[in-house]
C-alpha cells in the first residue's frame, strides 16, 4: 500500500497537539488506533495534508480509574477496546460498555483501536458511544484555553463531526456513578458474527430504587446520522413500579422506534432497521430487568 | 435404515479388504507447507517484489459500457520517473487473450464492456508516481446503456455489448446447451404431480486472500518473458498470452509459487495480471511488478454466475420422478472466460444442463442453458462450477415434491437416486465399478442427523427446521485433451523428484501427490519431494480445477513412478539373480519378496543403475476414458467417475431478526479414496464454509454495470462465527480407474449447503426461500409477507 505524501508530525504532548491542530488547517488529521482513518486513506476518501500520531501521548492517555471520591470512572482517550474489555473495573461497574468494546471489529482492530478515536470518528454505527450516552458519560476535551466538560449527547453533531472547538483534543471520557444498583446491555444486529458494521446497535441502562425505575437511558447505533439517545422511550420508563407490566415495556418499545431516524443503505432498509430496533429494545430491556447471567444476551451477536 | 447400514457396511470392508497394506496413502499426514505458511515464511508471488523493479499500473474504465473517443496520454508521459504509457496501439501481439476463446483486450480500443477493461497501462519507477501517472491520462468517452440482467440482455432489442463477437450465437446470446432424453411432453402429460419453481442465485466473489500479482521479467537471452503469477493453470497461461506477446510459446515461461487460493477465479485473473505486467516488461526491457488492488480485485476479475432458473419437475403419485424441463439463464458477464463455447467447450453452461436433474435417474429430461452477455465482470469457474446453482434448483424441487406428497424427503430420494447400471439425465450409466456411495452417504447422513426422532420444534420466536440434500459431481474436465503428464526422477540416493504443473493453493495437492508417489515407489514420505507450477520444468498436467488432480494427475504420477520402479526393479533381478517379478521396494529398500535378508537400501541400488545406464527419469502420464458430451442433446459420458454426498442440517430461525443459526451439519462425501484423511476434511469444511457464505450473505451489488460493494467491509464472507461445527463423513467406494480408489473432493462439499438450508428453512417457517443469499432481513421481509398474505 502506497499512500500519498503527507507530513506527519508526532507530539510529546497534548499540549503540542492543540498547537499543531490550530497552526493547521482543517486537512490535518489525528491518528490514534489508525482503524478508520487508515482504511480510508487506503481507499482514497480521505487525503490528509498532514498526520498527527498521538502514538508519545498514548502513555498519558492510556487508563482506566476510580476517582477517589469513587463516584467517577476516568477513561483515558487513548485506551484501546481490548483494555475496557478486560478491566476488571469496567466489568465490575460498567459491564454494557465492556460488551460495546467487545463487539468491535475483530481482536486485532480491538487491540489498536481507541475508545477516543471511536467518538471522534463520530460514526453512526460506532458500538461503544451507545453504551456511554446510556451511562451518562461526559466528555472532558483539551484545548488552548484549558479543559472543558461536555456532556456525550452534545458531543456529536453529523456523520464524522463532532461539536469539538478548533484545536480540541479528547482527553478523557467521565462515567458518573450513583451506587444505585443498575443493569446496562448493549446489542449489535450485524449481517455476519464478528468483523461487522451494526445494522443497528441498542444500548439500555436501568437504575433500580426502592422497587422502582430511578432512571432509564436508551441509545441507538445506526439508527440516525449520530448516536442517538431515545428520550421518549426512557421517559415511558422512568420512575415506574416494578414489576413492569408488558404493556409498559411494549410501548417504551414502540416509542423507541418513533426515536430512531434510520436510511435506507445497501447494507439493510430503514424499515428493516426499525423493525430491529424494536426487537433489540425490548431484548435489551428485558435483559437489564432480568437476573441471568450478562453473557445471556439472547439474540446478540456479542462477543 | 438399520438393516440397510448393516449391509452397507458389510459391502464397505469387502471393498477395503485389499487396500489394508498401504503404508503412506490414507495416513493423516500433516501438510508439507503448513509450518512455513503458518510462520509467514512460505512466499508467495508478492513476497518476490524487490526494489529494483518497475511498478506496473492500469488505468481501469470510468464507465462499465461506453465508446473510447480519445485518450490523450502526453501529460503522463512527461511525468518523472514514467517509462512508459500504453494504450492499445502500443500492443507488441494480439490485443486479446482468454482461456476458451481470445475475447478480452489487453487494453480496451474502440469499447469498454466492463469496469475491468484496462483503457491504459503505465509503468514508472514506484508507485506513487505510477498512481500519479494515471490520473494524468485523459479520457473521453460516449457513454451507453450498461446492462445488468441477462433476461434483459438476450431480448432482441438490447444494445449489442460485442459488435463482432467471435464466439457468441445471437445478439448478446454467447451460447446456448441443450440436453434432451426421452418423451417430456409425455411425461408431463401423464404427471400426477408437477411442482415448478423459478429460483435465482447470486453472482459472488471467491474472495480468495492473496492478491492478484505478477511479476513479469524480460530474458535477455531468448528475448522470452517469465511471469510470475498465482495462477491455476501455468500451461494455459503460457499458451494462451504468447500471442499477445507475438512470443512462440516456448519463449514464454510461467512460475507459481504457492498460491493463496484461488477456487477457480485464478484461472482467469492471472492472465489479467500476467497480460499487463508482460507488455510492459516487453516495451521497457525492464522487470516489472502488477498488483491489482483489493477494489480492483473486486471489480476486475471473474465471479461465480448468477442464475435465473425455471425448473419443472414431474412425479408420480407413489414419488418417482418422472421428468424435469428445465430453463436456466446465466449471467456471462463482459467476456466469455470459462462460461462456455460451442461443443465441446460449453463449460460453466453446460454443467448447469448436466447437473439440472441432480443425483436422480430421470428417465425423460429437457434442459436449455443460454449464457448471455451483460456489463458485469465477467464470470468463471468457481467452486462448483455451475453445480451449486443447478442443485440449488433440483434440491428444492425434490423438498416441494416430497411436502406435497406427504413423504419423508429422504425417503423420495432413495426412490430416486442413481444406482448401479442407472444413467444420469445426459445418458451416462453410473457404475458401482467407479465407485457409487450415494446409498451410503445418505444413511449415514439420515443415522447422524437423527433423523428419525421428531424435531424439537422450540417455542417463542425461535422456530427450528431440518433440511436434506444429495448430489453426484464429476472429476475432471469433460474436454477432448483431458490428461496429465508430469515427469518422476530418482536421484542417485535413491530420493525422489516429482515434477507437475499443478498449482498447491491451499487444498493440500502437495502432501496428496507426495504421498501417492511415497506410495507407489516403496520410499519414505520424507525422501520425496514435489516440485509444482513451472511450465519449464514440468510438462501440461492440466488445469487445477474442476477436482481433478489427485485423481487425474495422481495417476499420472503413479504411472511416471511405476515406470521407474519397474526399471530399478529390473535392474535389482539382475543384482540380486532373481526374477524382477520377485522383487519387491518398500521402506526404501530392495529385496526378494520372501527373503528379508536380501534387502539393499534402495538409495544404493540406484546408485548403481545409474552407472549401469538405467535412466532415471520417466514421464508419467494418464487419460481418462475420452470424455464425450453432445452439444445437441445434451448425451455422453462427461466424466470418467463421479464423487456423490449428502448432506442434512438443522437450523434455529429467529423470526423477530431473521438470523439463521446452524445447529447441526452434517455432511458425507464419497471420495472414492481419501488419499491423505485430513485434507478431505478441510476440503469438506472449507467447500461447506463457501456453501454457507453462498447461501446466508454473500452477493455482489451491480447497479448500471457498477459495483456497489466492492471491499470486504461491504462484501461480507462468513467468519468463524458464521461456520458452524461440521459433522464430517468420508465414505469410501474406490473408483477402478483412480489412483488408490480416488475421486475429486475439492469441490462437491459446496454443492449441497445452499438447498440443504433452504429446505430447513421451509422446514422451520413453512416459506418457500427460492432467492440465494438469506439475509436476516430477507427473512423478515418473506416472513411479513407471509403473515401479510395469510392475515
Known sequence: MILDNFEYIEPETLKEVTEVLLSYGPEVYVLAGGTDLVVKMHRGTVKPSCIIDLKHVMPVLRYIELDSSQELIRIGSLTTFNDLVTSKLIREKVPVLAQAAGCVGSRQIRSRGTLGGNLCSALPSADTPPALLVLGARAVLAGKDGERILPLNSFFKSPGQTNLFPGEVLKEVEIPLTGRENRGCYLKHTKRRALDLALVGVAAFLEFNNNTISECRIAFATAAPTPVRAYEAEDVLRNKPLPLEKEVIASAVSAARSCARPRTSRRATAEYRLDMIEVLTRRALNNCLSTDDYNNCGGARNE | ?791
Open chain 2, 1 to 791: 435404515m438399520g438393516v440397510i447400514l448393516e449391509d452397507l457396511e458389510q459391502e464397505v470392508k469387502a471393498i477395503h479388504a485389499d487396500q489394508n497394506d498401504l503404508n503412506v496413502v490414507g495416513k493423516r499426514i500433516k501438510r508439507i507447507e503448513a509450518l512455513a505458511k503458518a510462520l509467514g515464511t512460505a512466499r508467495y508471488a508478492a513476497d518476490l517484489k524487490r526494489d529494483d523493479m518497475l511498478i506496473g499500473k492500469a488505468l481501469f474504465a470510468k464507465h462499465p459500457h461506453a465508446l473510447i473517443k480519445k485518450i490523450d496520454t502526453s501529460r503522463a508521459e512527461e511525468l518523472e520517473g514514467v517509462i512508459a504509457v500504453m494504450t492499445a496501439k502500443d500492443l507488441p501481439g494480439r490485443n486479446g487473450y482468454g482461456i476458451l476463446i481470445p475475447d478480452k483486450p489487453v487494453i480496451a480500443e474502440k469499447k469498454v464492456k466492463y469496469q475491468g477493461d484496462p483503457v491504459a497501462l503505465v509503468a514508472a519507477v514506484n508507485e506513487e508516481i505510477a498512481k500519479k501517472a494515471l490520473d494524468l491520462i485523459e479520457v473521453e468517452y460516449a457513454v451507453l446503456p450498461a446492462l445488468d440482467d441477462p433476461r434483459e440482455a438476450m431480448k432482441d432489442d438490447a444494445v449489442l455489448i460485442h459488435e463482432n463477437h467471435p464466439a457468441a450465437d445471437k445478439g448478446n446470446i454467447l451460447t446456448e446447451v441443450s440436453l434432451t432424453r426421452g418423451d417430456v411432453d409425455k411425461a408431463f402429460a401423464e404427471a400426477d404431480i408437477i411442482i415448478e419453481n423459478l429460483y435465482e442465485t447470486p453472482m459472488v466473489d471467491h474472495s480468495y486472500l492473496e492478491p492478484d500479482v505478477c511479476i513479469a521479467e524480460p530474458d535477455p537471452i531468448t528475448g522470452g518473458l517469465l511471469l510470475i503469477a498465482p495462477a491455476q493453470f501455468v500451461h494455459a497461461t503460457k499458451r494462451s498470452l504468447a500471442p499477445v506477446f507475438n512470443l512462440p510459446p516456448n519463449k514464454v515461461r510461467v512460475l507459481s509459487p504457492v498460491v493463496g487460493a484461488g477456487y477457480g477465479g485464478k484461472e482467469d485473473s492471472c492472465l489479467d495480471v500476467c497480460s499487463i505486467a508482460g507488455v510492459l516488461a516487453l516495451r521497457t526491457k525492464k522487470t516489472v511488478y502488477f498488483e491489482l488492488t483489493r477494489e480492483e480485485i473486486f471489480r476486475n476479475t471473474g465471479k461465480r454466475h448468477a442464475t435465473y432458473i425455471k425448473h419443472r419437475l414431474a412425479a408420480t403419485r407413489e414419488g418417482k420422478v418422472t421428468a424435469i424441463d428445465v430453463e436456466t439463464i446465466l449471467d456471462k458477464g463482459a467476456y466469455v472466460s470459462m462460461g462456455g463455447l460451442r461443443e465441446p467447450t460449453h463449460a460453466v453452461t453446460q454443467r448447469t444442463v448436466m447437473y439440472a436433474g441432480g443425483a436422480y435417474a430421470i428417465p425423460n429430461a429437457r434442459a436449455k442453458s443460454y449464457s448471455v452477455f451483460t456489463n458485469h465482470p465477467y464470470s468463471c469457474a468457481m467452486r462448483g462450477f455451475g453445480a451449486p446453482q443447478a442443485y440449488f434448483a433440483v434440491e428444492s424441487q425434490m423438498d416441494e415434491l416430497a411436502r406435497k406428497l406427504e413423504m419423508d424427503p429422504i425417503e423420495l430420494r432413495l426412490k430416486n437416486i442413481v444406482r448401479d447400471g442407472d444413467r444420469t439425465i445426459f445418458g451416462q450409466v453410473m457404475k458401482k465399478s467407479r465407485g457409487l456411495g450415494l446409498e451410503e452417504c445418505i444413511a449415514k447422513v439420515k443415522e447422524r442427523m437423527e433423523w428419525e426422532k421428531p424435531l424439537e420444534r422450540t417455542a417463542g420466536s425461535r422456530k427450528r427446521g431440518r433440511g436434506f440434500s444429495t448430489f453426484l459431481y464429476g472429476t475432471g474436465v469433460p474436454l477432448p485433451f483431458e490428461g496429465a503428464s508430469c515427469y518422476a526422477t530418482f536421484q542417485t540416493d535413491g530420493t525422489v523428484s516429482i515434477a507437475v504443473s499443478s498449482t498447491e493453493m491451499g487444498q493440500g495437492l502437495l502432501t496428496a501427490f507426495t504421498q501417492i508417489a511415497a506410495e507407489t515407489l516403496g520410499v519414505d514420505f520424507d525422501n520425496v519431494v514435489v516440485n509444482i507450477s513451472d511450465t519449464d520444468a514440468s510438462p501440461d498436467a492440466g488445469p487445477t480445477v474442476a477436482s481433478r488432480s489427485t485423481t487425474v494427475v495422481g495417476n499420472a504420477i503413479i504411472n511416471g513412478c511405476t515406470q521407474l520402479k519397474n526399471r530399478i526393479m529390473d535392474f535389482a533381478s539382475r543384482e540380486l539373480k532373481a526374477d524382477s517379478r520377485d522383487i519387491d521396494i518398500k521402506e526404501g529398500k530392495v529385496f526378494i519378496v520372501g527373503k528379508p535378508e536380501t534387502a539393499v537400501p534402495l538409495g544404493s541400488m540406484v546408485a548403481k543403475a545409474f552407472v549401469n545406464q538405467v535412466p532415471l527419469s520417466a514421464t508419467g502420464v494418464w487419460y481418462p476414458p475420452r470424455p464425450t458430451f453432445s452439444g445437441e442433446d445434451g448425451q455422453g459420458d462427461p466424466m470418467h467417475a463421479y464423487a456423490f454426498g449428502a448432506q442434512g442440517v438443522e437450523i434455529e430461525v429467529d423470526t423477530e431478526t431473521g438470523e439463521i443459526d446452524i445447529v447441526k451439519f452434517v455432511l458425507a462425501c464419497d471420495v472414492g479414496k481419501a488419499i491423505n484423511p485430513v485434507n478431505v476434511e478441510q476440503q469438506m469444511e472449507g467447500g461447506a464454509a463457501m456453501g454457507i457464505g453462498w447461501s446466508l450473505m454473500e452477493e455482489i451489488d451491480m447497479s448500471n454495470g457498477v459495483m456497489k460493494n466492492d471491499s470486504f467491509k461491504n462484501y461480507p464472507i462468513p467468519s468463524i462465527k458464521d461456520v458452524p461445527e461440521m459433522d464430517l463423513i468420508i465414505v469410501e467406494h474406490p473408483n477402478e480407474l483412480g489412483p488408490f480408489g480416488a475421486k475429486g473432493i475439492g469441490e462437491p462439499p459446496t454443492v449441497p449447503t445452499a438447498p440443504a438450508i433452504r429446505n430447513a428453512l421451509y422446514d422451520a417457517l413453512g416459506i418457500k426461500f427460492n432467492k440465494i443469499p438469506f439475509t436476516p432481513q430477507r427473512v423478515i421481509e418473506e416472513i411479513k409477507k407471509y403473515e401479510n398474505k395469510n392475515s
